[in-house]
């Protein structure tokens, strides 16, 4: 089971997620039973954020000074999913999220949802560093993306 905590530091997000924390929960209950986790409490968080904050977070921890359209803080390199896991955060950029603005909701959510995925597979120690790891996170975000997409549409 994952246990997600949702927090926002950017009011924009409340009106194209109203419900954000079911909004992410039924993301994770839609992923392939082998990220379920059943009978081990895996839990992280989710930050909610916007181009300014996370531009802020990108240069602290990666010496980039540019926003980017998701961060992802895994506790450790190579994680081990035991009984209870906390597995890392996530941060997402609202900004990133809503361009073009004028992207209907439905694209809005599935980017999201997209981006959701790639930082969650970044918290289980998948990276796109090197040509083959990229194509092993691929096949794994695709997997996923089309398990939630199938069940949540």
Known sequence: MIKI?????????????K??????????KAFPLKYKFINK??????????????KKLNKNFRNKDKS???????????????KQTYIGDIIISYNYMNNPRS?????????????????FLHLLGFDHIKNNDYMKMLKEEKLIYQSVISKIN
């Open 19 to 28: 419900k954000k924390e079911f909004f992410f929960k039924k993301i994770c």
């Open 41 to 54: 409490k895996v839990s992280l968080t989710l930050l909610l954020s916007n181009n300014k904050k996370i």
């Open 103 to 119: 992207q209907k909701s439905k694209f809005f959510k599935e980017k999201v949802i997209k981006t959701f995925i790639h930082g």
């Open 68 to 82: 980017t359209d998701i961060l992802s803080f895994p506790l450790n390199n190579k994680t081990k999913i035991s």
């Open 5 to 17: 905590n949702v927090f926002s530091e950017e009011k924009a997000w409340s009106k194209k997620l």
